[in-house]
């Protein structure tokens, strides 16, 4: 019993860094090459030959039905499992050259399901960058255009959050999560569902201020839902564990 709930708290990782790593460049080219990947067990590959090219700053919608392999793209992107074929490149380098630790400096991660943590709104903030101080955290605020919201809470910065942000909107509370993102100083923001669960007015005023407090980065968006006209610079979609590319709205 002791070493079944061993391996359930600590599994092996699905990756390993290399012996010897190579520093991470500041800035580069994202590349799949011929990616295919299967998850341990399964009958088939859940992707498929996947070829794309993401330049530095430049915004791409993912799009995909349930199932497609949306989620299986992220773990790629982030380096929780590695391709059984192809490569994903940064700057021209295998991602399998850098250490795990290294690669996810460079990436501000928005997850689907964003936590929103009982305690102060700094506090929430910092677990972004633990660093930031008290000017860059409103700053954060200011670019998701929550900083007026804050300024009127009772402690402000220090102003209490409950769990799960029920003292918040849905929309308040993703904009939360996504001014924890923008903290982090990564040249990668990568985003599952931003708008997931947000009426159509709070979606598009979220989309706008994304756009602007990113600007210089490189955007990846998993999404859905459709983007306002001109938002990003690439679209594809996922349809059987392939990418293929999708008219821009």
Known sequence: AAQRLEATLAPTPRVADPDTARAVPASGVLELDEVDFRWPGAAAPVLRQLRLRIAPGTRVAIGGDSGAGKSSLLALLLRLVDP??????????????????????HIAWLPQEAPVFAGSVRENLQLGAPEADEARLWQALAQVRLDGLVRAL??????????HGRTLSA????????ARALLRDAPILLLDEPTEGLDVDTAQALLADLAQASAGRTVIVITHDALPAGWA???????DGRLAPRAQP
Request: net charge negative.
């Open 233 to 239: 610079d690439a679209h594809w979609q996922l349809i």
């Open 84 to 105: 059984d074929a192809g490569q994903l490149r940064y700057a021209g380098q295998d991602l399998r050259g850098f250490a795990l630790a290294d690669w996810h400096r």
């Open 154 to 163: 009772p402690g402000q910065l220090d102003g209490w959050v409950g769990e």
């Open 171 to 178: 929309g308040q509370a993703r904009r939360l999560a996504l």
